[in-house]
């Protein structure tokens, strides 16, 4: 069993910042690709930022320059630094990770979303 667990979500004033953190917490054997996605009301669940455990990182468009995606691999965290939000930031913010796992048969690769936390920018 695996958690992805979020926080840092809030309201904030445009311009303003925050930071997301999401942690792995499980019989965790490694943590891969990790990755920020959002979802506004009516619309899909869309690509911010992902991190290899290399520390290799991609952005959407949308987000670069203003966003930064890190993570500790000793603490299976990863972390998103928001600078320059804007009001259409605003939406529920979800941690995805592909995650190594310990079973009863030995391993297994599995895909794991956190519960969301959500970030308000006002105008």
């Known amino acids: 069993q695996v958690q992805l667990v979020e926080s840092g979500g809030g309201l904030v004033q445009a311009g303003g910042s925050l930071r997301l953190s999401c942690t792995a917490s499980g019989s965790i054997v490694s943590v891969n690709v990790m990755a920020w996605y959002c979802q506004a009301p009516g619309k899909e669940r869309a690509f911010i930022a992902s991190?290899?455990?290399?520390?290799?990182?991609n952005y959407a468009d949308s987000v670069k320059g203003r966003f930064t995606i890190s993570r500790d691999n000793a603490k299976n965290t990863m972390y998103l630094q928001m600078n320059s939000l804007k009001p259409e930031d605003t939406s529920v913010y979800y941690c995805?990770?592909?995650?190594?796992?310990?079973?009863?048969?030995?391993?297994?690769?599995?895909?794991?979303w956190g519960q969301g936390t959500q970030v308000t920018v006002s105008s």
């Open positions: 995805n990770g592909n995650i190594k796992t310990r079973v009863r048969s030995g391993e297994y690769n599995g895909n794991y």
């Open positions: 991190i290899t455990n290399g520390g290799s990182t």
